[in-house]
Antibody, heavy 118, light 112 residues
Framework: EVQLVESGGGLVQPGGSLRLSCAAS????????MHWVRQVSGKGLEWVSS???????YYADSVKGRFTISREIAKNSLYLQMNSLRAGDAAVYYC????????????WGQGTLVTVSS | QSALTQPASVSGSPGQSITIPCTGT?????????VSWYKHHPGKAPKLMIY???NRPSGVSNRFSASKSGNTASLTISGLQAEDEADYYC????????????FGTGTTVTVL
């Protein structure tokens, strides 16, 4: 059974840093593109970042230069290092697996909440 | 690029059919057949309902169907049931590397 479990969310001050993790199981982690998607409270889903099977990375303009996506195959884990956090980054962050179709997310985690406040 | 446009809410009575439109541009919805639809209860994992415009993943009810015409994709839920109440989002591949994909603004489906 495919499972994605996020962790690492919490309360951080503006300008601070946080590292999100996503533990993957039930599939060959190295064979899939992986993504982070977020949802600000009361708003819609927003694509944040992705990493391909060749470790190619992509970012939304709103986080470029501040967030870094990475993966550790040996630990079947996806990460999102978030620096210089802003109030607008406060959201539930989901990790998602890209299925066989481009940017089609066939499995998602339950999400981890990031709160940015002083 | 802006989010794809969806109505904020759609409602229907049990047994009825409803349709949710998702409007984009030729750089996303209109240009590619990588349109997906997701069902989401806030705080829970979104669920893929439709991929590549009109394909249903295994396990998704055939009451869910979808199509695309020009820059607008549509999701239809037939035989509406109480369990269909949720937020629904479309998404599409885009011609840009940033963002890699666009989501719709989301539609709350209410079963009356």
């Amino acid at each position: 059974e495919v499972q994605l479990v996020e962790s690492g969310g919490g309360l951080v001050q503006p300008g601070g840093s946080l590292r999100l993790s996503c533990a993957a199981s039930g599939f060959t982690f190295s064979s899939y593109n992986m993504h982070w998607v977020r949802q600000v409270s009361g708003k819609g889903l927003e694509w944040v970042s992705s990493i391909g099977t060749a470790d190619d990375t992509y970012y939304a303009d709103s986080v470029k230069g501040r967030f870094t996506i990475s993966r550790e195959i040996a630990k079947n884990s996806l990460y999102l290092q978030m620096n210089s956090l802003r109030a607008g980054d406060a959201a539930v962050y989901y990790c998602a697996r890209e299925g066989t179709a481009d940017v089609t997310f066939d499995y998602w985690g339950q999400g981890t909440l990031v709160t940015v406040s002083s | 690029q802006s989010a794809l446009t969806q109505p904020a809410s759609v409602s229907g009575s049990p047994g009825q059919s409803i349709t949710i439109p998702c409007t984009g541009t030729s750089s996303d919805v209109g240009g590619y057949n990588y349109v997906s639809w997701y069902k989401h209860h806030p705080g829970k994992a979104p669920k893929l309902m439709i991929y590549e415009v009109s394909n249903r993943p295994s396990g998704v009810s055939n009451r869910f169907s979808a199509s695309k015409s020009g820059n607008t994709a549509s999701l239809t839920i037939s035989g509406l049931q109480a369990e269909d109440e949720a937020d629904y989002y479309c998404s599409s591949y885009t011609s840009s590397n940033t963002p890699l994909c666009l989501f719709g603004t989301g539609t709350t489906v209410t079963v009356l």
